[in-house]
C-alpha cells in the first residue's frame, strides 16, 4: 500500500502518535497504586493526569504555528526526544512535585508531536494516499486512547507502576531514529520571532480555565459560583484570543482557515464524535466490574473489542476513502455509530457477552471507517503552508473532546442516581445497581444527541459539498 521509502516515515509519526494519546490514558488504572507507593492521596496523584492534558491542549496551537514557521519534522524530532525524556523521569518515584514536573516535560514533547504529525503526514502523501495514511494514523490515536487501562492493566500485573512511563522509552528512541531518517525535510516558511506568543499565552490559559471549570463542576456542580466565574474568565480569555489573532500581523491561528466551512464542519464533526465515544471509556468499566462483577483482566478483554474494530477497519477505510467519495463514507461511518449507540440503550444485568462485544467491536469499526476519511477532508481544506496549524486544531478538537466526554459522562450519570436516590452521589453503589444501569441509559442518550448531531452536520456537508468546497 506504502513504498518502502515512506513506511518507515508514517511508522515513526504512528509510534509517537500512539504514546503520546496512550499516556493521556494508561495513568488512570495506575493511580491507586501510584498512591499508595508514594504515600499520597488519590485526589493529589490525579493532577498528574489533569496536568498532562492542560499542558497538551494549552500548547499545541503554538507548537502547531512552530511547525509551519521552523519546520514540522524539526518540530516533531524535537518533541519526540522530550517525550521520551519525560517518560523517563516519570517512572521515577521521587515524590508527588517530581512527578508533575516529569509529566509537565512529557505533556511538552506530546503536544510538539501531536500537534504536527497530520501536517507531516499530508506532506509526506500525495493526495491519491493521504487518507489511507490518515487511517493508519488515525489507527494509532484511537489505539492509543481506548486501549490504555486494558494495556495498563497489563503491565501492573507483572510490574510496577514506572514501567507505565518506562515502556515509552524504547520504543520512542527506536521512532525518533527511524523518523530522523524518513522523514521529510521541511525548512519551514519563517522563524520564531514571527510566533504570536501573547495569542499563545492567552490560548493557554483559556484552556486552563476550561479545565479547572469542568474539574470543579464535577466535584461541586455546574451552577456553583467558583464554576460559573471559572466558565466566565474561559470566555473573556477567549474573546481576548480572538481580538487578538484578528488584530496582530502574524497571528498564531490564522482565522481564515475557517472561513472554509468544509473545515470547520469537519472540525465540529470531529469533536462531538470524540466526546461521544469518551462515553464508552468512562461507562464500560462501571458496567463491567462493578455492574456485571467482572474481573478487571476479563473487563479488560471485553473493552479490547472496540480498539480491536477499529484496527481492522482504519485501515479498510483509508483505502475505500482514496478510491470512493470521502464525505459518503463518513456519512456511513456515522451511521454506523449512530445505530450502534442504540445498543448501549439496552445493555443490562442479563446482557450476552457477546452481544455487549459485538456492539463494541462495530462501534470501534465505524469509529475508524469515520477518522480517516474526516481527518483527510480537513488537511485537504487549507494551503500547504497552513497544514501544521490545521493538524494542531484538528488535535486539539480531539483532545477537548476527551475532557468533555469524560466530564459529560460522569457528571450525567452521577446527576441521574443522584436524582433516584434523593442525594448527592459522586460513585457506584453496590446496593443499588438499578439505579446505576438507569444513570448509564441516561448518560448513553446523551452520546446518542452528539452522535445525532455529527450525523447531521455530515449530512448537511454531504448535500451542500459544493457549495461548501467554494466558500473559502
Known sequence: MFSKEKFPGLLALGIFTFMSTLDGSIVNIALPSMAHEMHLEMGQVTWSVTIYLV???GLILLFGRLGDLLGKTKIFNIGSLIFTLGSLLAGINLGLHFLLFSRIVQAIGASMTMSNSFGITSQLFEPALRARAMSVMSMFVSLGAIAGPAIGGFILQLASWSYIFWINVPLGVVAYLIGRKALPEDKGSGTFKDADLLGATQMFLTI??????MSLGQAQGFLSIPVLLSFVAMVGLFVWFIHTERTVEKP???LNIFRSKLFSMSILTSLAMFTAGSFVSILMPFYLQNYRASTPGFAG?????YPVGMFIFSPIAGVLSDKFDKEKITFIAITGVLVVQLGYLVFGQTTAMVFVMLILFIHG????????????LVMSTVES???????SVNALGRNLGFVLGTSLATTVL???MSGQ????VSGYIATRPDVFITGMHQAFYVALVLVIFAWCLSGYRLLTRKNLSSLT
Not at 486552563?208 to 471549570?213: H, K, L, N
Not at 478483554?301 to 473489542?305: A, G, T
Not at 436516590?421 to 448527592?424: F, N, S, T
Open 252 to 254: 498564531l491561528l490564522n
Open 208 to 213: 486552563v480555565a476550561f479545565f479547572i471549570a
Open 55 to 57: 499542558v497538551i491542549s
Open 414 to 416: 452521577f446527576v441521574a
Open 385 to 391: 503552508k497552513y497544514l501544521g496549524i490545521a493538524g
Open 421 to 424: 436516590l434523593g442525594y448527592r
Open 365 to 376: 469499526g465505524s469509529v475508524g471507517f469515520f477518522q480517516s476519511p474526516n481527518n483527510a
Open 301 to 305: 478483554m471485553v473493552m479490547m473489542s
